[in-house]
């Protein structure tokens, strides 16, 4: 599957929604702000396979499955579809390129209009494209009904009068109408019920083998993509963090947030109820401020720490998390000790109350006890709190627990199962060298 040349070629792929970016916030001097959905994004799908593209909600997934139809158009990057650049098609090549390439939303209510009826939404594309005579579209449409599990007599029917997965399969119709070679599938199945999730998966399934088809399959559930995908693409704030044969991402993960994310998939045996789960720390950051290096570092529980550091991960990841929250101001300085008992004038407590007002937050922000050498650092920092000095805080425990994850952005490698992260194939000794 993997020999020759791929259908589908996306090579450092960039979406990125501006704003602070109107004509008033120029006048105001205001500088555009990025809100990077798609940062940089590079992958192969070839004919005849299926790529999942996973990742949670808000990763840019879908983003990136819109932008590499031209649905929305790119910010930088380049996409090749049989080797032909898709930015750079226009006239008759755009529209040859609109027939060969498809997409099935995720929605199955908001993605059909209501004022039309069914049949009149699968034809609409054979009469967009102006495919053969009106008859012959009407006979497609037919077919294509049932083929995809509908009865040809429900083509005068509207939207609101089926089921979702009646809708998705009118959807699926819809796509297939012009024959294409590639569908993008966008979440097909998130908005159904299970036993219906199944049977929509197991039509897509025949009508690959049917049609020749090639997918691209975006989802957050991970049972989606290892029952249909060949290979799996694992995508994290903008960014493909892991891709690999779909048996060896779930068997064998080399990314730690693909095994994070597979460790949060429910068993369905009681064998495992005592088996320990590494749930993901803190928020997702936000795609207008992405931490430096790997995005991941800030959630991470496997982030490296300093040559020089022995500290075992949890207390890493605690005083990292400590550090996060003091970078973002996301610690309530007046509200600490009971009834917020200290006082702040000009915004620092007195130098009698300064112990105690660093034990009361050290217990409200840290919620372990640290070695003595760790704790040390950790009450310096929150020391220069009590005079409200956000950034000297923060430089304190920077310039002592600052990871080789947040100075060197990792990057996914050449071979079969390749992963971004410095912890792949023990290239943590390498870098620190």
């Not at 605690?318 to 003091?326: K, S, T, Y």
């Not at 109350?353 to 217990?363: E, I, N």
Request: include cysteine.
């Amino acid at each position: 599957m993997s020999s020759g040349q791929p259908l589908v070629r996306v090579e450092e792929l960039q979406k990125y929604f501006w704003e602070q970016d109107s004509i008033l916030d120029r006048l105001l001097g205001a500088e555009p702000v990025p809100v990077r959905a798609v940062d940089g994004v590079s992958f192969d799908i070839y004919r005849g396979e299926t790529l999942g593209l996973v990742g949670e909600s808000g990763c840019g997934k879908s983003t990136a499955g819109e932008t590499l139809l031209r649905l929305q158009e790119p910010t930088d990057g380049h996409v090749e579809f049989d080797e032909h650049d898709v930015y750079e098609l226009a006239g008759s090549e755009l529209t040859e390129f609109r027939r060969d390439a498809q997409v099935v939303f995720q929605d199955p209510f908001s993605s059909l209009d209501p004022r039309m009826t069914i049949g009149e939404i699968v034809r609409q594309p054979l009469d967009v494209h102006n495919v053969d005579t009106v008859e012959k579209r009407r006979e497609r449409v037919r077919e294509l009904l049932e083929r995809v599990g509908l009865s040809a007599d429900q083509l005068d029917r509207y939207p609101h009068e089926f089921s979702g997965g009646q809708r998705q399969r009118i959807g699926i119709a819809r796509a297939l109408a012009l024959e294409p070679e590639f569908l993008v599938l966008d979440e097909p199945t998130s908005a159904l019920d299970v036993s219906v999730q199944a049977q929509v998966l197991n039509l897509l399934d025949e009508l690959q083998a049917e049609f020749d088809l090639t997918y691209l399959l975006i989802s957050h559930d991970l049972s989606v993509i290892r029952h249909i995908c060949d290979r799996v693409a694992v995508m994290y704030l903008g960014e493909i963090v892991e891709i690999g044969p779909v048996e060896a991402i779930f068997e064998e993960p080399k990314h730690p947030y693909t095994e994070a994310l597979l460790e949060s998939v429910p068993r369905a045996t009681t064998d495992e109820r005592e088996r320990d789960r590494e749930t993901i720390s803190g928020d997702v950051p936000s795609p207008r401020d992405p931490p430096s290096g790997c995005r991941f570092r800030t959630r991470c529980p496997k982030v490296i720490p300093p040559d020089d550091v022995e500290i075992d991960q949890e207390e890493y990841r605690a005083i990292m998390d400590l550090r996060e929250r003091i970078e973002r101001r996301d610690i309530s300085l007046e509200s600490v000790g009971e009834d917020g008992g200290f006082e702040f004038v000009d915004g620092a407590v007195s130098e009698t109350d300064l112990p105690a007002f660093v034990t009361a937050l050290k217990t409200r922000v840290i919620d372990r006890t640290l070695a003595p050498e760790h704790d040390e650092v950790v009450e310096e920092a929150l020391a220069e709190l009590a005079s409200s000095n956000w950034e000297r805080a923060a430089d304190v425990l920077s310039s002592r627990y600052e990871s080789v994850c947040e100075r060197r952005r990792p990057e996914l490698g050449e071979e079969s199962h390749p992963a971004a992260c410095h912890l792949h194939d023990d290239a943590e000794e390498s870098i620190r060298r």
